[in-house]
């Protein structure tokens, strides 16, 4: 377990050192969630109700075509970090359904974290398609294991949970993703698991477009000249909030 060191606690409030450019890195309060978060991919229960959504994504790589949103919206107990994705779609495809298979080639979502922000290139992936394959990989200095990575605990669903397959369809119009990962995946380098009131984690939530207007996003923007989603450097911040929302719901 790490020492939180200073210049991680006030990265947070304070603004990188000259925001280059026009677009800095997103930061978000991730808040205690008032009651049970069901994963069930419906969003419907008490705990979402007002909770604010993360911000606007970025097309880092947009040359033409529709620029359909995600909104997602983070929470947090003394277990698991909670994430829910609402995708915008008029177009949802997903083929892929073998464990630590290719899903980013289909509808997909994507959440990268690092615990630690001192050491940002240490990070692990979650990337889910519309049907509910997932693939992780632990991104880590300490990690010998093999290129993918089996996390402990994860629960997930998706608006397709266990289908072999989705095509698109003139009804298309939106997905949900809904996500809960036990911090207990995180003890080698959180500085606490749980987080504690005020603790800072890096992370990036991604998006990638199935067959028909296949874009690609991300909440906190690449700075150029990076493309790929693993640029660490690009994550943004989110901050640990030991309280309840009380605004903004879906």
């Not at 994860?154 to 095509?167: A, E, I, M, N, Y």
Request: aromatic residues 12%; charged residues 25%; proline residues 8%.
């Amino acid at each position: 377990m790490l020492t939180r060191t200073l210049p991680a606690i006030l990265a947070f409030g304070a603004l990188l050192a000259v925001e280059a450019a026009a677009q800095p890195q997103a930061r978000y309060d991730v808040y205690r969630a008032s009651s049970r978060v069901v994963i069930d991919a419906r969003l419907d229960e008490a705990a979402w109700r007002n909770v604010p959504p993360a911000g606007e994504f970025h097309f880092n790589r947009w040359k033409e075509g529709e620029k359909e949103q995600t909104v997602v919206r983070m929470l947090w107990d003394d277990r698991n970090l909670y994430v829910a994705y609402l995708c915008h779609d008029r177009h949802i495809s997903a083929r892929v359904t073998e464990r630590h298979g290719p899903v980013s080639q289909d509808d997909c979502v994507e959440i990268f974290l690092s615990p630690n922000p001192d050491q940002v290139s240490n990070y692990y992936t979650f990337e889910i398609n519309a049907i509910g394959t997932i693939l992780n990989r632990c991104r880590t200095d300490w990690w010998k294991g093999p290129p993918t990575w089996e996390p402990e605990g994860v629960r997930c669903r998706t608006s397709f949970q266990g289908l072999p397959r989705k095509d698109e369809s003139p009804a298309d119009d939106h997905w949900i993703v809904e996500l809960a990962i036990p911090f207990r995946n995180f003890v080698r380098d959180a500085a606490h698991t749980p987080p504690r009131d005020g603790d800072v984690w890096r992370l990036n939530l991604n998006r990638t477009g199935g067959i028909t207007n296949r874009q690609s996003s991300t909440w906190s923007p690449l700075a150029p000249p990076a493309t790929s989603f693993h640029t660490p450097t690009s994550f943004g911040w989110v901050r640990f909030v030991n309280r309840r929302a009380n605004r903004g719901g879906f």
